[in-house]
């Protein structure tokens, strides 16, 4: 039997979300049962990379198959949930969800700032932002969607912030990994350019070949791989 | 002003309504006029400045900066600052540019999570309930009679005593012993089947009656004889012979404790 067909009953059944490696120690109870049946003992020793990969492929099959739910991974455990366009009748079945109130603009702002950085301090969210951010940093360290983690052993030892599982739980994000465009934003790599920036008249900015920004489209990646000395460093 | 406040309250601090100006011009972040803004970009802070101190602390330093650029500009290029070795990379415009950069990318980023924040309050998880086997669990119960329910229906008991013997009191002999209570006991459920809790002690006379039928009863309860059951919750007890019990329950085992005994009486 191929151990996917196992997991997806697994996962069907189980009572709450399984990471790779509680389905892999079910593989192996029930091989080490007393009444054990022969089928289980081949994933008696299966590797949680194994597990993991079937998982992937099977999410595949559901994402092909185009069914109304899909097997995704949220904070490194697995389980179905529903597609969004059909929340108006899931929401009349079991009712609107219990969630917190949308976050504000500042809040995501910060929170993008320590995803992509953590960890991160508060100076450094500052200065990316513009501004104080006191209140935000208040508001979503109370809903727990970053947690100190440490201190910077710099001056002052200042806190440093990462994001937590709730805050993967919150986005429906699989990892850290999973960000959009995280490559790009873990450590920006825009540097001052190697020549200094040279004076156009009437223009007080570079010119375009120096920082090639392409500020009208709106995905940051393009912006960034467009930098000369940003894509050395952004894998 | 009412009204100000609400258009400055769209921006989340000084490079929000930088990028707002420059989007405004419709021009590339490289391609803007710096001093073309920092004009703009004052302005804003001449409107803002009465409303909210606050904020315009923020942006006033942005407003230097600009003020520095702008003035900077307007020197011939010979005579502009020389980036002294020390402070490499410290051409104001670069680093305005940068950070403009920087914090529209994150910008973005904060869209794109607030896209999978929307679209989580939409995504249902499936939540199975608990699988019952009902051929290795116990049944659904009933709730279960125990000693301090016992204790508690007794004590009800008694106080109807206590209220009777107030003021003059008697001595009584002992003339109940706890071996005829249960003859009596037994007697009165072969004869009926059950009996209420209530309805057992209904003649008894006084206190040290009711306490030797107690007794009695919690004895045959002990020899597994008799057992408690409660039809439903805070109804009251009735008690009935285990066996009967036993018979008329699908499930239980005869060695279930009698006081946890449970019976299907629907």
Known sequence: MELKFILEPLLFSAQKPMTAKELRDVLASAATAEDADDATKPFKKVKDDDVTAALEELAREHEIAARSFRLVCVAGAWQFVTQPEFAPWLKALVGVKNRPSRLSQA??????????????????????????????????????????????????????????????????????EDLPAADELRRIPIERPPAPVTVDAGLATAPPEQLQLNAKVKLPEEKTSALPSSSPAAN | MAEYKVQFEVFEGPLDLLLYLIKKEEVDIYEVNLT?????????????????????????????????????????????????AEDEGEDPRWELIRQLVEYKKFKDAAAKLQTLEERQENVFPRLPGKIEFENTEAPALKPEV????????????????????????????DKWTVSEKIQYVLKI??????????????????????????????????????????????????????????????????????????????
């Not at chain 1, 709730?166 to 990892?175: A, P």
């Not at chain 2, 125990?146 to 009191?169: M, P, Y």
Request: proline share 3%; glycine share 4%; net charge negative.
């Open chain 1, 107 to 176: 809040a995501l702002e910060t929170l993008a700032i320590i995803a992509y950085r953590q960890p991160v301090t508060r100076a450094e969210v500052e200065q990316v932002r513009g501004v104080n951010i006191d209140g935000t940093m208040q508001t979503i360290l109370e809903r727990g969607l970053v947690v100190q983690s440490g201190r910077a052993e710099v001056v002052g030892r200042p806190a440093l912030y990462s994001t937590t599982a709730l805050f993967l739980e919150y986005f429906g994000l699989r990892g850290l």
């Open chain 2, 146 to 173: 125990g000693i301090f329910d016992l204790l508690n229906a007794v004590n009800s008991v008694l106080k109807r005593f206590q209220e009777k013997t107030s003021g003059t009191r008697e001595i009584y002999d």
């Open chain 2, 36 to 84: 073309k803004l920092a004009t703009q970009f004052i302005e804003y802070i001449d409107l803002m400045r009465a409303f909210d101190l606050d904020v315009a602390g923020e942006f006033l330093v942005m407003a230097s900066t600009l003020m520095y650029i702008k003035s900077r500009e307007l020197l011939p290029v010979e005579q502009q600052v020389v980036v002294e």
């Open chain 2, 189 to 266: 459920i072969t004869a009926r089947g059950s009996v209420k809790f209530s309805e057992l002690f209904a003649s008894a006379a006084n206190r040290a009656e009711v306490i030797c039928t107690f007794l009695a009863l919690l004895e045959l309860i002990r020899l597994k004889q008799l057992a408690c059951v409660q039809p439903e919750p805070f109804a009251e007890i009735e008690i009935a012979h285990a066996a009967q019990s036993i018979s008329s329950s699908e499930t239980s085992a005869p060695e279930v404790n009698p006081q946890t005994e449970t019976e299907n009486q629907q």
